[in-house]
């Protein structure tokens, strides 16, 4: 191209500005791994003190007898479920309703009066990584160790302190599978079977299914399971309210926070401008969740109280009054409530209500476990016998009784029926079951046809009276209906 000067032009320069490349963002945020710091304090007593006490009622109960048996055994093939001196069958479902509305409710007032305690200190998830957390302990030492060790290249130190500690996690998720299938086989004849390793099928599943998530749960995921798995987290806030005695840090006392010269003395903090945290993290280190308590309270904290004891030992060492973290009410916060003021408004309406239904419940069922009959019987017509007319001028009715016995000795029984003229028993009205068993009665009842005239056709209301031999109670009575034909 040429200008009117006759001049070639130059081609326009096109300056190239390098974009930089945007960070690439993965779906999902990865997870820091948790390594919580070893604390020790009356909190983490008490946490401890719980842990012993849960292990010992659910490894060692399979093991205790009452009676030549098992205490405490729910056997799903007999469907007959033993707890200590009580035999329940699956007819005493309500039972399980009940127990599951009790721990509802328990639930929803521990919650109210004092927050997620469940969680930090009885959880099953709570307990199995704390003793998770021990065993890593005793293999790759305090937290400064494992995150060094974590950090270093794969050395053989390395290697058979991480395979211990798997072995030694396999090793326990496996037994408290074992111990848990112990609840609905009878854990010495699992024993037996595992010489031989000749489980059922479903034995083996269980077994292994309860192992695998102790494993993980526990030794993997951790906090993961509070945080994201247990749907209380979600809900709890609804059970919270402004006098519920929650995992607090005092703002108020402790800011602002900073580091300071050790011989700056509790009285001079004012005049330096300073608060009583020292910001050391050590509530954030100690925390199995991995949250700093000073942001205020969050869905992840789980009450286990371990930031208490640090932050009460750091508080010791500056020689500062403890409670900058402690168990204290929002109300009790703002107002500076001292704690008898903040535990006299435990008793509000809220508290109240879950502990009245909660009392109500439970002396419903004590009451009714107390008046329960050692026994249990059903009547049934059977439907493969007709009303019929036989000899002697009477109509025939067939029923079918099934007697349970729900103690541990044999039971005799006596059978009779009213509620017609002339009605009678014309079978063996006798009958005995065996401990905790059970057996069918086929009852021919009759009516002489005068009587069955008189009260006209069709289906007429009957009571059947079961006596137990040597029993001082009344009788139990059953309803039915008679036939009589047209």
Not at 20 to 26: D, K, L, V
Not at 242 to 269: C, F, N, Q, W
């Amino acid at each position: 191209m040429t200008s009117e000067t006759g001049t070639a032009s130059a081609a326009p320069r096109r300056t190239v500005i390098p974009i930089a490349a945007e960070p690439s963002t993965g779906l999902y945020r990865a997870e820091k791994k948790i390594h919580p710091r070893e604390i020790h304090g009356r909190f983490a007593t008490w946490r401890w003190i719980l842990v012993a006490a849960t292990q010992l009622a659910f490894y060692g109960l399979p093991w205790l007898e009452w009676n030549g048996r098992q205490a405490l055994l729910f056997d799903l093939a007999a469907r007959r479920f033993y707890i200590f001196g009580l035999v329940l069958y699956p007819q005493d479902f309500v039972y399980l309703a009940a127990l599951l509305i009790v721990s509802a409710y328990s639930l929803f007032l521990f919650t109210a009066v004092a927050g997620r305690l469940w969680c930090g200190f009885a959880c099953p998830q709570t307990v199995y990584t704390e003793i998770f957390l021990w065993i890593e302990r005793r293999f790759e030492g305090d937290r400064s160790a494992r995150l060094r060790l974590d950090a270093a290249p794969w050395t053989f130190d390395k290697t058979w302190r991480k395979t211990g500690k798997q072995a030694t996690w396999v090793a326990l998720a496996l037994w408290t599978g074992f111990s848990f299938v112990g609840f609905f086989t009878p854990i010495r004849m699992l024993v037996q079977e595992s010489a031989a390793l000749s489980f059922g099928a479903w034995e083996w599943f269980w077994i292994l299914f309860y192992g695998f998530a102790t494993y993980g749960n526990a030794g993997w995921m951790r906090e993961q399971v509070c945080k994201y798995m247990c749907p209380y987290a979600r809900f709890q806030s609804a059970m919270f309210d402004r006098d519920t005695m929650i995992v607090t840090y005092d703002g108020a006392r402790g800011e602002p926070r900073g580091p300071r010269a050790k011989s700056l003395a509790h009285a001079d903090l004012a005049a330096a401008g300073k608060g009583e945290c020292i910001d050391c993290t050590m509530c954030v280190q100690v925390c199995p969740t991995g949250i700093d308590i000073r942001k205020g309270l969050q869905y992840e904290c789980i009450g286990c109280a371990a930031c208490i004891d640090a932050c009460d030992a750091v508080m010791d060492k500056v020689n500062y009054p403890r409670g900058l973290i402690r168990f204290a009410t929002e109300n009790g916060l703002e107002r500076g409530w001292t704690g008898g003021q903040m535990l006299r408004r435990v008793l509000r309406p809220r508290v109240l209500v879950y502990g009245g239904v909660l009392l109500a419940i439970v002396l419903a069922i004590g009451a009714n476990l107390a008046l329960r009959r050692p026994f249990r019987v059903d009547v049934l017509r059977d439907r493969g016998t007709l009303a019929r007319e036989v000899n002697g001028g009477r109509i025939e009715n067939v029923y079918r009784l099934q007697v349970m016995n729900a103690s541990e000795s044999p039971q005799r029984f006596h059978v009779s029926v009213a509620g017609l003229e002339g009605i009678a028993v014309a079978s063996d009205p006798e009958l005995e079951v065996d401990a905790t068993g059970q057996r069918s009665l086929a009852v021919r009842v009759q009516v002489p046809l005068e009587a069955a005239g008189r009260a006209g056709t069709g289906a007429r209301p009957i009571e059947f009276t079961i006596r137990r031999d040597g029993d001082d109670r009344p009788p139990l009575v059953e309803r039915s209906t008679f036939l009589i034909p047209r």
